[in-house]
């Protein structure tokens, strides 16, 4: 199976960048988009530490927030 999640760019240096999601900061690849590359506020999907595409921040947080519903039921189960 195949995991990727939304991730929001903090910060950005030529193909590199540092995003977050849930209070998680990672360093990522942007080089399998296209240029222009994303800037910092934008959301990317990333998937094993490459970005692969870019994400409407609407649909991001909506899937962010199921991801922490997923987490809140878990650690009651």
Not at 69 to 74: K, Y
């Amino acid at each position: 199976m195949c995991l990727s999640v939304p991730m929001q760019i903090l910060s950005r240096e030529g193909d590199r960048a540092i995003a977050e999601t849930l209070g998680v900061r990672r360093e990522i690849g942007l080089a399998l988009l296209s240029e222009p590359y994303p800037e910092p506020g934008d959301y990317v999907v990333v998937h094993v530490g490459y970005a692969i595409e870019r994400i409407d921040p609407e649909i991001a947080e909506e899937s962010l927030a199921l991801w922490q519903a997923m987490q809140e039921l878990s650690s009651h189960a």
